[in-house]
């Protein structure tokens, strides 16, 4: 099992990044999270996918758009109109199972069973 996150890269401020998650070996009977972690802060939650089920951070609403393809075994996260604020470190997390986090769990990370590597986000002004 693998989960190898991608896309990161430096970008202006109001420009777009799509980020990509490929969770190998796994069927698929997942959910899925976003976080990320800039620098001197703590690891924080960006959105998360269970179905038909969407959440994001209050900071990302609007902005980002999180989706999945089952078919190719991938989540990705479309950011839009990015800020230096955006800039951390963007990590996919996969928990294993159909049953769909709800708003008030979906952030907590020991939920998570298995961490992708982290995929460099950086957002000048």
């Known amino acids: 099992f693998q989960l190898q996150a991608s896309g990161g890269g430096s970008v202006q401020a109001g420009e777009s990044l799509r980020l990509s998650c490929t969770a190998s070996?796994?069927?698929?009977?997942?959910?899925m999270g976003w976080f990320r972690q800039a620098p001197g802060k703590e690891r924080e939650g960006v959105s998360y996918?269970?179905?038909?089920?969407?959440f994001y951070a209050e900071s990302v609403k609007g902005r980002f758009t999180i989706s999945r393809d089952n078919a190719k075994n991938m989540v990705y996260l479309q950011m839009n109109s990015v800020k230096p604020d955006d800039t951390a470190v963007y990590y996919c997390?996969?928990?294993?199972?159909?049953?769909?986090?709800?708003?008030?769990?979906?952030?907590?990370?020991?939920?998570?069973?298995?961490w992708g590597q982290g995929t460099q986000v950086t957002v000048s002004s």
């Open positions: 070996g796994f069927t698929s009977d997942y959910t």
């Open positions: 997390a996969l928990r294993r199972g159909s049953n769909r986090m709800i708003s008030s769990s979906w952030r907590d990370q020991e939920r998570y069973d298995y």
């Open positions: 996918i269970g179905g038909s089920t969407k």
